[in-house]
């Protein structure tokens, strides 16, 4: 069932369940995302076979063709958000720097069918502990509305689950740059030096550097900085966050650092771009 917003009057179309048995698949006019926390299943999504032993993530459409053919020890909690959920901020038709009718495209690829990995997301030792938090704070948001801002804080999250999984579905074959998007991915929100990244794939700076101008044109350090605001991006345009929650929950140590940052990549401080992103600025 919808949630009824206790602060407000609306409905909030989204549900959660902290027990999910996984035999009313897939949930209509909802994207659904299953986290399997112990045991595995096995079964077919839309005709191809598949097996997701815990941790693992079950993401599908209402248009999905999913059949449950094996369950072993299973445990599973589900998160279930109608598709227009995270586009309800109304946005912006500027030109200059959006397109007329921008939508997130964030956590998009993991419910086409035409990506290869769409669905079975991967998850790795590293990123299981976030996920399972940020799960974890999703279902307590939706069941106790603590305050006004309760949806926000569910968006917020959500957009960083998604963003998560997508990534580490880019990087399915490990390599040392591999390893070093994976803590990025996973640790982006807290402090992260050059020297954390080394120890983590046990190379010296200067191979790990040239390793990442190779594979994603940037330094390392340059590539978290654009992960940061990538992800900032997506919670000013689709949130209300302050911009020093938004500086914290992206790993900026202080907002006008944040706002500085901000404002030299993309030419434009974070409030005119979170104004021009939309027509309207609504309390969510």
């Known amino acids: 069932m919808p949630q009824a917003d ?3 009057e609306r409905t909030v ?5 902290a027990v999910e048995d996984l035999s009313i698949l897939p949930y209509p006019e909802r994207f659904t995302l299953i986290f399997i926390t112990s045991g595995c299943i096995k079964g077919i999504l839309n005709q191809r076979p598949i097996s997701i ?63 290869l990995y769409s669905g079975v997301p991967r998850v790795t030792e590293k990123a299981f502990p976030l996920l399972l938090e940020w799960f974890f ?11 006004a801002f309760w949806v926000c804080r569910i968006k917020k999250y959500l957009i960083q689950i998604l963003g998560l999984l997508e990534e580490l579905n880019r990087n399915r074959e490990q390599s040392p740059v591999d390893a070093a998007l994976d803590y990025i991915h996973t640790h982006y929100s807290k402090k992260i030096s050059l020297e954390d990244l080394t120890n983590c794939v046990h190379l010296n ?27 900032a991006c997506e919670l000013l345009t689709h949130t209300d966050m302050s911009l020093n929650d938004i500086a914290s929950a992206t790993g900026f140590e202080y907002d006008t650092y944040f706002i500085k940052q901000f404002t030299a990549k993309k030419g434009m401080s974070p ?8 027509k309207f600025s609504i309390v969510q």
């Not at 072993?72 to 946005?91: D, G, M, W």
């Not at 704070?137 to 305050?147: C, F, H, N, P, R």
């Not at 409030?271 to 939309?278: C, G, K, L, N, V």
């Open 6 to 8: 206790r602060h407000k």
């Open 13 to 17: 179309n989204i549900e959660f369940n």
């Open 53 to 115: 032993s815990a941790p693992g993530v079950l993401c599908l459409a209402e248009d999905d063709h999913v059949q449950i053919l094996e369950k072993i020890n299973v445990s599973a909690q589900s998160f279930r958000y109608h598709p227009e959920f995270l586009n309800t901020v109304t946005l912006s038709e500027t030109k200059e720097h959006f397109p007329s009718a921008p939508r997130i495209q964030t956590g998009i690829s993991l419910f086409q069918s035409k990506h």
């Open 137 to 147: 704070i999703l279902g307590t948001e939706v069941l106790a509305q603590s305050d």
């Open 205 to 231: 700076r200067v191979t790990l550097n040239k390793l990442f101008q190779e594979r994603c044109g940037n330094t390392a350090i340059g590539y978290l900085l654009l992960h940061r605001l990538k992800v």
């Open 271 to 278: 409030t005119q771009y979170r104004t021009a992103s939309r």
